[in-house]
């Protein structure tokens, strides 16, 4: 596949993306997680279209996980695999059995189960090909709904970072495309040899739920999407009540109400 010019407005976002919250250093070695669906692909693309187009002076390595959930994806990651060779980027594979481990842990959310030994993997992976940075392609769609879904399932306002680093790897998580929407993506790739997820639990999860919810809303209340965005930033905190106190830290003024003191 030659190259394909990203559209300006989308490479600015992630250029943005890079320097305001300082993702790619010069000596870097990323480890790629790739699945082989439109964002992991998109993000093979823009990191080989960065390291092209700056003077940053990185190197790119790319894994993907086969979870053996269906027999076949196996033979789908010769797609994969021809894709980062066409940029240049080493890519590896390895097997886990993220379906057994499903079954086996019943009690626990799938996703839950599916990310927790993904990253277990993706992160020693990284350790044996001396990355020093892990690239994941969650986008300001993901963030948006992770920050919904959040506050909904449990009343916290809490999404993942652009940025995270890992102290008992050593690794550092960096997540380019934050600023980069789902739809911008799915343009973009429209022409690319795409695998669709082999989960069986794809398209019904509470994520999916969050997505459609948030596309129905939109209906009623048009910027939704854009006032989600913004409430993610430190700053949107408004007037919020203080934090619970505790029984002792309210023992004295029970006492003196009730005209115990």
Request: aromatic fraction near 12%.
């Amino acid at each position: 596949m030659p190259y394909k010019n990203l559209p300006q407005i989308i490479f600015s976002k992630i250029f943005r993306a890079v320097v305001e919250f300082e993702l790619i250093d010069d000596g870097d070695k990323i480890l790629i997680g790739i699945s082989g669906g439109k964002d992991s692909l998109f993000l093979t693309y823009a990191l080989a279209t960065l390291k092209l187009r700056t003077k940053k002076d990185f190197s790119l390595v790319a894994l993907t996980i086969n979870p053996k959930f269906t027999e076949d994806f196996g033979e789908k990651i010769l797609a994969v695999k021809n894709f980062c060779n066409e940029f240049g980027i080493e890519h590896t594979t390895h097997e886990i059995d993220i379906a057994g481990l499903i079954r086996e842990q019943n009690n626990k959310s799938p996703c839950y189960t599916c990310a927790y030994f993904r990253r277990a993997v993706v992160n020693r992976i990284a350790n044996e090909f001396g990355a020093n940075k892990v690239a994941y392609a969650h986008h300001l769609d993901d963030a948006v709904e992770t920050f919904f879904m959040s506050l909904l399932s449990s009343g916290q306002l809490n999404t993942f970072q652009p940025k995270t680093y890992l102290d008992r790897t050593n690794l550092t998580v960096i997540r380019p495309l934050v600023y980069v929407r789902e739809s911008e993506i799915k343009k973009f790739t429209q022409d690319f040899e795409i695998i669709k997820s082999p989960c069986p639990f794809d398209g019904n999860t509470n994520r999916q739920t969050v997505k459609n919810l948030i596309k129905d809303l939109e209906k009623i209340f048009p910027d939704l999407f854009n006032h989600l965005a913004a409430a993610i930033r430190k700053n949107s905190i408004g007037e919020l009540w203080d934090a619970p106190k505790t029984r002792q830290q309210m023992r004295e003024s029970y006492f003196e109400l009730k005209g115990l003191k």
